[in-house]
């Protein structure tokens, strides 16, 4: 059963392409594009959701530090260095985000904070490079948003269901990020 699963994976990194490219740079594209990009969407989600399951702070730091990470990573862009392998970072923060939020303790904060902006960066990076500086503000409260999302989705399925649907949730966000490897 389990080598069906991965030879269906196999079979779909077409549709789960990450950036098959935009070709417009303005504002509804840049609103749009983290709700269906299928890499960001996931990745925000989980952000949000790990934020959740951290409580306080976590709440509120999580998808600050990932803004943050996105928005250097936007700068970085916009200044010509070359960002090889920015897509396989993203695919491959999704399988950590999602790794992450299935464990039965997460670490720490303090520890989560810089990797979740390292990951973003990459976001950033990738996705304000093709849509460009102007659409960044859009993208990023687009983001923001989703990010709230993924809170209230944790707060309910943790509240409806338990804390494992959480996780197993997690697990799930993991193998769609093996699949966009994959793709690669």
Do not use: K, N, Q
């Not at 969407?41 to 952000?47: N, Q, R």
């Not at 949000?48 to 990573?73: D, E, I, K, Q, T």
């Not at 902006?117 to 849509?131: I, K, T, W």
Request: glycine share 16%.
């Amino acid at each position: 059963m389990r080598a069906l699963a991965v030879l269906a994976l196999a079979a779909l990194p077409a549709a789960l392409m990450a950036h098959p490219g935009h070709g417009t740079a303005d504002v509804a594209t840049a609103l749009a594009h983290p709700w269906f990009g299928f890499d960001h969407l996931l990745a925000m989600l989980t952000v949000g959701a790990l934020g959740w399951r951290l409580g306080g702070h976590g709440c509120w730091a999580m998808p600050a530090a990932f803004v943050g990470g996105m928005l250097g990573g936007a700068l970085l862009s916009m200044t010509g260095m070359p960002g090889t392998g920015a897509e396989w970072v993203i695919s491959g923060s999704v399988l950590a985000l999602g790794l992450l939020l299935a464990l039965p303790r997460l670490p720490g904060l303090a520890w989560l904070m810089p990797l979740t902006a390292l990951m973003a960066a990459a976001h950033g990076y990738a996705h304000v490079g093709e849509l460009g500086l102007a659409a960044a503000p859009a993208f990023l409260t687009s983001t923001a948003l989703l990010h709230g999302v993924g809170l209230a989705l944790a707060w309910g399925l943790a509240r409806g269901l338990s804390l494992p649907a959480l996780r197993y949730a997690g697990g799930g966000v993991a193998v769609a990020g093996l699949a966009l490897l994959i793709g690669f």
